[in-house]
């Protein structure tokens, strides 16, 4: 089992790559949250989308590896440029890793899964969302 310091320790870790706070519930870290996108329709007319983002991470009895999902729902032209951030980081996919694209209220749902330290699948994660936020 986890000690409580390595459990502070993955969610201070946690906290500063994605941006906010993950709780600890039912034996797995889960996050949360929503990104608002204001989408410039006409000169006098904006769409705001509000746009999920869950992850979840099982992190094994030896602490090195865990069982890491995130749902990421993405606009249409934000899509390639996410994909192109999250293949092209530098830290290399595991052999477990897979994805699944579907078309979900008129956005497009990435669920993404893999077996690796969950700090690598959150740093990939949140470089690629960090793209999108400079856009």
């Known amino acids: 089992m986890i000690?409580?310091?390595?459990?502070?320790?993955?969610n201070k870790k946690t906290k500063f790559f994605l941006g906010s706070e993950m709780e600890f519930m039912e034996g797995?870290?889960?996050?949360?949250?929503?990104?608002t996108i204001?989408?410039?329709k006409r000169p006098d007319v904006y769409v705001s989308w509000s746009l999920d983002l869950n992850v979840f991470s099982?992190?094994?009895?030896?602490?090195?590896e865990a069982f890491n999902q995130a749902e990421v729902y993405l606009l249409h032209e934000e899509l390639p440029i996410f994909m192109k951030a999250f293949i092209g980081h530098?830290?290399?996919f595991p052999t477990s890793y897979s994805q699944k694209l579907s078309m979900e209220r008129g956005?497009?749902?990435l669920r993404l899964a893999s077996q690796e330290p969950f700090e690598d699948f959150a740093?990939?994660?949140?470089?690629?969302?960090?793209i999108?936020?400079?856009?």
């Open 107 to 109: 956005m497009h749902c």
């Open 3 to 10: 000690g409580t310091d390595s459990l502070a320790l993955k």
């Open 38 to 40: 204001q989408v410039e």
């Open 58 to 64: 099982r992190i094994s009895s030896d602490d090195r």
């Open 28 to 35: 797995a870290w889960q996050l949360a949250k929503k990104r």
């Open 132 to 135: 999108l936020e400079k856009m």
């Open 90 to 92: 530098p830290i290399s």
């Open 123 to 130: 740093e990939r994660l949140s470089g690629a969302l960090g």
